[in-house]
């Protein structure tokens, strides 16, 4: 099955909701104060991410990455993520994490993420607290990705790079550790079938929906299992 973005006029608002998982707990807002998050990555607990792999339908050879999933210490802690330009050759348009493809330079996931934090966004690892990572997370255009989460200062001023960002904005993140807002999306084109995750976020500042979905919705998803086992 080709990428979800090739098929004619695919549009993934647009896609039949087959489930919201309203019926599981949320992340206690306890276990999502600095102090607990924390101490979940210092000791963390026996688990298996629910996405490990979507379906492959790029025919071309695997490639490593890492994203940063950046939570900001404010009062109400929120997720930065990106809207990615539409020229990009993948994942155009789409919701992102500041992250990208490791460089041979790049000596750990930690130095890919932080490295694609600054080049994307402007986003200095000065302002960075590394927490750890998540397991992989094998993307449908063969990226083998390694999600870094970190927390980040909330005074830290950012530099959007216009050729690979169009917008950068921040969700609460209880609101993403929430399931009764994680939509789950079927289609089935040319014989293959295809389930994935979103998130929609009513964007109260921007007057618009920021429609989180795909690897980045897997990635976030399997962050919740984490938080919660």
Known sequence: MPALSKIPDFDPRKAP???????????????????????RFAMPPVWEPEIVREGIFANRPSAHAAVLLPIL???????LLTERTAHLSTHSGQVAFPGGKTD???????????????EE?????????????????????SFIVSPVVGFVRPNCVLKPNPYEVADVFEVPLDFLLDPAHHQRHALEWQGHRREWFSMPYEDQDAGKTRFIWGATAGMLRNFYRFMMA
Do not use: C, K, N, S
């Not at 041979?104 to 600054?118: H, N, S, Y």
């Open 121 to 141: 966004v402007g986003l200095e690892a000065g302002f960075v607290e590394v927490l750890g990572t998540l397991p992989t997370y094998v993307t449908g255009t």
């Open 73 to 79: 210490l404010r009062e109400r802690p929120t997720v």
């Open 17 to 39: 909701v087959i489930g919201v998982d309203g019926h599981l707990a949320p992340v206690p807002r306890a276990a999502q104060t600095p102090e607990a998050i924390r101490q």
């Open 104 to 118: 041979a330079d790049d000596a750990t996931p930690v130095a890919t993420a932080l490295r694609e934090a600054w």
